[in-house]
DNA sequence: GTGGTCTAGACCACA
DNA sequence: GTGGTCTAGACCACT
């Protein structure tokens, strides 16, 4: 499944996103086997260079783990995948809030508005 | 007042931002004249050819209105301004239930993390 | 009545068709005499420097005649406003033309809108 | 091959006209790559920087789109050039219309003209 | 004094 | 090699 990358963020970084995402909910399990740097690039149709810096980056985030010659690997300390899980969690969390004060919105029309879309979405 | 930009984005964008919240907010008045090219490069430290985009980009959005030898002023059109307000306001709320949900978080663990940091804050 | 004026284009030049218009179209007769600076300044709501400068170019085209405290007057060569009129439209019709071929429509593209644009608007 | 440019518009301008005729007119089809900004630039004896202005303002017009690291391409949204095209002709068509009618000419002079025009130039 | 354009030259991230 | 950003510095037209 090729993707669309939006034009305005580096392709390595929406694939990085893309991956830690599915790692930290679960899509991908501790332990699991990441694609090949050759098949993931070819299954999302981008540059075989592109997929190793995410790997590699993945890795320095020590979240996934390169073993040579077997590929790499979603790690099996799942404390820290718990750990990450609440770091972006956070991370959004404050951003949400930063940006919507400075648009001068109050902290309950922050939560009144993302109920009204959050409903409108049926979740 | 020179302004730390992060180093991760634009500082064109950063400007364009930081000025549209104050738009957005009212700090800056419909009708109100933005500093000069050249004032707001010292104010904030950048190059006036850096300023001069970020005008530019602001009146091809319809925010801001450049008028040849007087200036660079905040538009009169209140309905633009609320609805650019209402489009900010829903970008936000837009991106962060994405990135939550892309994380495995519900909506009510959104809510509910977002008061519990917002409270914290004193808000 | 205050005029309001495209952003894309020097006030002065905006006010030299305008008057030009008037006079070539007849509005205003040869002889005639045209407001003052300083109550046309007012008028269209321009700094009088502005339409200083008007008065001075379309003098130098010969379309108008300043007269020494008394003002500014429609030429009464009436084949000077003949041979604009025939200019103008030359010019109207030549970049017409151009423009309409570098977009890589024929002859009979160009009448055929033409019409349906002219009749549209009940002429 | 250099192009010598009106005195009277910016060139920035000028070059957008011209890749967009180009392309509206088929000379370049969807999906195209267009020269790189420094060999435009060298092409048309032009700053790089300002061939860079052009081709962001064509991309926020939707004309064209820029790759990373890949290069400017005509966009392939066929529906968007066509539209495109039809915008162009009306633009044109309207200020014909609305120029000449300043002038005092009734539709029947603007088609006659332009038929006695278009024929001598033996299109 | 104001914005607008352009050049020259540099550096960076991406693919 | 590709586009993107930024600086420095200059010149211009408009008001």
Chains 1, 2, 3, 4 share one sequence.
Do not use: C
């Amino acid at each position: 499944m090729p993707i669309d990358f939006q034009q305005d963020r580096p392709i390595y970084q929406q694939l990085m996103d893309r991956l830690s995402n599915e790692i930290v909910r679960g899509d991908r399990m501790p332990g699991d086997k990441l694609p090949s740097v050759r098949e993931y690039a070819v299954d999302t149709g981008v540059n075989p260079n592109t997929v190793s810096r995410v790997y590699r980056e993945l890795e320095q985030l020590t979240i996934v783990e390169s073993r040579r010659g077997q590929g790499t690997f979603v790690t099996e300390d799942q404390k820290r995948l718990n750990q990450l899980r609440e770091e972006l969690k956070e991370r959004q969390i404050d951003r949400f809030i930063t940006e919507m004060k400075q648009l001068g919105f109050s902290e309950n029309e922050m939560i009144q508005g993302l109920q009204a879309k959050a409903k409108g979405e049926g979740n």
